[in-house]
């Protein structure tokens, strides 16, 4: 299991969990994170949604150790419709406010699942990195869609293609984060 999913008044709380991994994403996660999402948005009971990581990091984003060999685009392109479209999509048509908690990193893929969040409160500590353009690949899992809306195309462009970290009081400037607390 790779995800922790409970319920606190009227609050659904899911955790991505492998810390051991600095919660870098599979397809198993992918699946089990779109079904909790699924299930927060269904359940009456709850109210809004709380995104976090457990450990240190929020997500360093796709565990690129599932594709074998040579990254191929053409699998890449499957898992982004396969995974990655259904659980984006259900964020962004949720009818509930989901708050990214945002610690330590949240890099590549994990970058997108804070973004599609509709609030994110980030640790004093933490960062956000579109680090894509490292391992020559485009932004995906929504990244560019969400970085255009929130800061503008051109310095979207700039934040995505840099790959440089963006700290937490860099994102409060930029409007990519809300909020910043003090790291735990």
Known sequence: QTILYTVDE??????????????????QMLSELHDAMQRACDDVDVRAVLLAGEGPTFCAGQDLGIFTGKVDGHAVREAIVKYYQPLVMTMVEMPKVIVGAINGGAAGAGASLALACDLRIMAEDAYVLQAFSNI???????S????????GYSRALQLCIEAERIPAARCLELGLCNRIVPAT
């Open 10 to 27: 009227a609050v659904a709380v899911i955790r991505i969990n492998r810390p051991e991994r600095r919660n870098a994403i599979t397809q």
């Open 136 to 142: 020559g690949l485009v932004p995906d899992a929504g």
């Open 144 to 151: 560019t869609w969400f970085m255009a809306r929130l800061v």
